[in-house]
């Protein structure tokens, strides 16, 4: 037990490592401030061409979701990174890891949007055609809201997997919260900073898995 | 050289490809082995841990939701990276393999048993008193009647869901599992091409697209009905 303790909730460790570990967390924040925004966009422009009335565009769409969701996003993010020096790009990775998660994230985004979208009864839509408004108007002032606010969780849902998906940026050596966690892990020679890395992600993470589920039951019950 | 063909080079070499295809197919089967068992331990657990939670035990209703909202939070690879480093330090070694088909079985028994849940819940209170006053107990209303519409409500989430952390096995590649990523990364080191990368992705769309393209199905069906 004792050694257990030791080695998985050594308060004097976390107290060293600390500093790093903050360090990290803020390189994680930052992440997410690129990340989520530019997924959330991409993903309306995934949603735009897989509802368009162009036949191609459509096709493209389809096409695009579905390879993106069959991409693990490590293999897509090593596939960009270790990729690209070859094509004559050296992309640092940062922006391996910008490129990578937008077209992972603008697939899932687009995929939602595109269920909540449909999910809005085709009388709403005429009802709005027929008050003169015209298709774009209907789109903007009708659909979209309705829309966005039926896939509300499952869009809560998809940033928390986006957030948890910086994770993988460790992977590439890039400055985040697990990979200075996991440096401290072998610079200490203990698995707490690894715990505390756990800690932190359950500080922000699980307040959000909470308000999901909420939100799920709103739902399910209305 | 032509820019296709210099692009030939480094991302479809064919002497490259023969090369290295044995020791990344061997990757393709670890990664198949490893995710056809998180797929089958993880959604059973799950199903199990549903079942439990419909006998509305209270403390053990609160202990489970906690698991499951911890398990939704954690990244996953912050999980495979706790298993896998801390418990060798109290002298318990566990294979890396194992190490990956536990974290992603737990995290898919707790989406699972989220999904299953659901499924439950939604069945109308009638359908439960009417098996009831046929004479059927608890558990045979639960297993008879309301697990079988439960699961093929789940069908649909659960399969999206499903293929996102089976997906995650490309994370054995950092700790030491020889999956198709880590196959084909070493490869791709030795060979200073990025062929095998090309390879391995391509193996992934392979295994992945057919079932991408099945959780599409019942949506169409959906579609059908709107119009």
Known sequence: ?222 | MSGFQRFAATFLDTEVALKYAPQILEGLVTTIAIGVAVVVTGLAAGLALAVLRAFGLRPVNVLLIQLVDILRALPPLVIVLIIYFGPPSVGVVIPSAVVLWMSLAAVLAAFAEEVFWAGVTSTPTGQWMAARSTGLTFLQTLVYVVLPQAVRLAIPPLTNRTIAITKNTALGSAIGVNEILGQATSAEAFSANATPLVIAAALYVLIFIPLVVASHAPERRHAAWRR
């Not at chain 1, 596939?79 to 070859?86: L, M, R």
């Not at chain 1, 940062?94 to 992972?104: E, G, K, Q, R, S």
């Not at chain 1, 939602?112 to 839509?125: E, F, K, M, T, W």
């Open chain 1, 1 to 222: 037990m004792e050694a257990l303790i030791q080695e998985f909730f050594n308060v004097s460790v976390m107290v060293r490592v600390a500093p790093m570990i903050l360090r990290g967390l803020f390189e994680t924040l930052l992440l997410c401030a690129i990340l989520v925004p530019i997924g959330l966009v991409g993903g309306l422009g995934t949603m735009l061409l897989a509802t368009s009335p162009s036949r191609m565009a459509r096709g493209f769409a389809v096409v695009f979701i579905d390879l993106f969701r069959s991409f693990p996003p490590l293999v897509l993010l090593i596939f960009v990174y270790s990729g690209s020096p070859f094509a004559g790009l050296r992309l640092s990775p940062l922006a391996a890891i910008c490129v990578a998660f937008f077209l992972n994230a603008s697939s899932y985004y687009g995929e939602i949007y595109r269920a909540g979208v449909l999910s809005v009864p085709r009388g709403q839509i005429e009802a709005a055609r027929s008050t003169g408004l015209t298709a774009a108007q209907t789109f903007l002032y009708v659909t979209l809201p309705q829309g966005l606010r039926n896939v509300l969780p499952e869009l809560l849902s998809n940033t928390v997997e986006l957030v948890k998906l910086t994770t993988l940026a460790s992977v590439i050596s890039a400055p985040e919260l697990l990979h200075s966690a996991d440096l401290a892990r072998s610079l200490t020679y203990n698995s707490s900073p690894l715990v505390l890395d756990a800690l932190i992600y359950l500080a922000l993470l699980w307040p959000l898995v909470r308000l999901i589920r909420r939100m799920e039951q709103k739902l399910g019950a209305s």
